[in-house]
């Protein structure tokens, strides 16, 4: 493993990659997008609002959907000067709220459920989830086949309002599987999560792959690898299509003009391209290069490779 590397590895505390024996092979930005499972536009929305150090949840229902691997590399869109507070356990630990405040600290969750103890469940994801509704950034991963399923479950089992499920700004859904010609990954859905006048939680669908989603998968979770289908019915090629009046709403939501957002989105995916085409793809090079993303073409500053980590809460 190179230092830079491991550098990269480093960054994350011990059962961030869950019940894997060795850590998965990282994945860059760049290489997920290359990868099909995230296209450019999409990951320019989630720099943009992981810029912001705003709010993400990304679930699948079956294991090894890559949920874990792209919150990874989303952390390089954090801004400077971001301290990372990594959540683990069911005991909640926020003493570290009164050293860090929204502007600076971001907290980072590899798995909320109750699988496992170094998984974050209770009254630590209670805790979590109250925060980002108070404008806390959280990134986070969860099992779950659909938004209502997620809502449904954060509502049922931890008591979140509609405050602390609007306090998510972006949810992305994946779907994973096996089939004959090869292993099915994919984001199949973009939400963006906010309140209406009344208060009320009401989400816009930010984007979709075209056509009808991958079947449902419930109950996948539990198996220790995604289900075997007889075909992924050609959704690996389905174009990913965007919805403009949900960017709109979203770039309202982020303080901003319906053509500023559609401006930086347009910029910031061709900066990631242009990375793919100078063959700028490991994650540790992609790190590198997005800390040199003019600043000028941030809303506040421009993102840097470094994070500083704090436990927060521990099992």
Sequence with gaps: MTDSLAAWYGRFPEGWWGYHWTAPRPMSVVEIIR?????????ATLWAVVARRRSVMLASEPPM???????????????PGTTGVFLRGWWQDDSWVDELGADSAYMLINEMSDHLPIYVWGRNARG???????????????????????????RSELGATDADLAGLTIYLQFSAYRTPAGMYRRCEEAWHLRLDDAGCLAPVRLAAIEGERSPILTGAQRFPAPPTLATDGGRAHRPFVHDSDAYAVLAASLGLEADALEAELLHRSAFLTGLGERGICDPAAVAYALADYPSDSSPDSSPDSSLDSSQGATS
């Design 65 to 79: 959907a890559g949920k874990t691997t792209t919150l990874s590399a989303l952390v390089d869109f954090l801004p």
């Design 35 to 43: 990868s099909g499972s995230i296209d450019a536009r999409l990951m």
């Design 128 to 154: 979590a989830l109250i925060l980002a509704g108070k404008g806390y950034g959280l990134g986070a991963t969860m099992h779950a086949d659909s938004l209502d399923e997620a809502v449904a479950c954060l």
